[in-house]
C-alpha cells in the first residue's frame, strides 16, 4: 500500500513539474496582451477627448507596432479595425463614434 502511495505521489510531482511552466508561461502571455490591449484603449480614449491630429498619429503608430509585436489574433484584428478607422477620410466625430464602439469591444474582450 505504502508504494502505491509514493508510486502516486512521484506521478503527481511530475505532472505537476510538467505543467507548472506551461501555466506560468500562459499567464505571462495573457498579462502581456492584457498590457497592450490597456495601452490601446487609454490611446483611443486619448484621441476621442484630445481631438488632434498628434494623438491620432500616435494611435495608428501604437497599432502599426501592435501588429507586429503581438500574436493575440484578436488583438490584432482590434489593431486593424482602428487603423482602418483611423484611415478612413471622415469628420473626428465620426471616427470617435466608430473608435467608442472599439472601447467597448476591448473593454468587454479583456475586461478593461
Do not use: C, H
Not at 10 to 18: E, R, T
Amino acid at each position: 500500500m505504502a508504494e502505491w502511495i509514493i508510486g502516486i505521489s512521484k506521478i503527481i510531482a511530475i505532472i505537476g513539474a510538467i505543467t507548472f511552466p506551461i501555466i506560468q508561461q500562459r499567464k505571462k502571455e495573457e498579462n502581456s496582451v492584457k498590457r497592450l490591449a490597456r495601452r490601446e484603449y487609454v490611446l483611443i480614449k486619448e484621441a476621442i477627448s484630445i481631438q488632434d491630429k498628434e494623438s491620432y498619429e500616435q494611435l495608428e503608430s501604437f497599432n502599426s507596432m501592435l501588429a507586429i509585436v503581438s500574436d493575440n489574433q484578436i488583438l490584432v484584428a482590434i489593431s486593424e479595425k482602428v487603423g482602418n478607422i483611423l484611415k478612413k477620410n471622415i469628420g473626428n466625430e465620426d471616427k470617435n463614434i466608430e473608435l467608442t464602439k472599439i472601447l467597448y469591444i476591448l473593454e468587454t474582450t479583456y475586461n478593461l
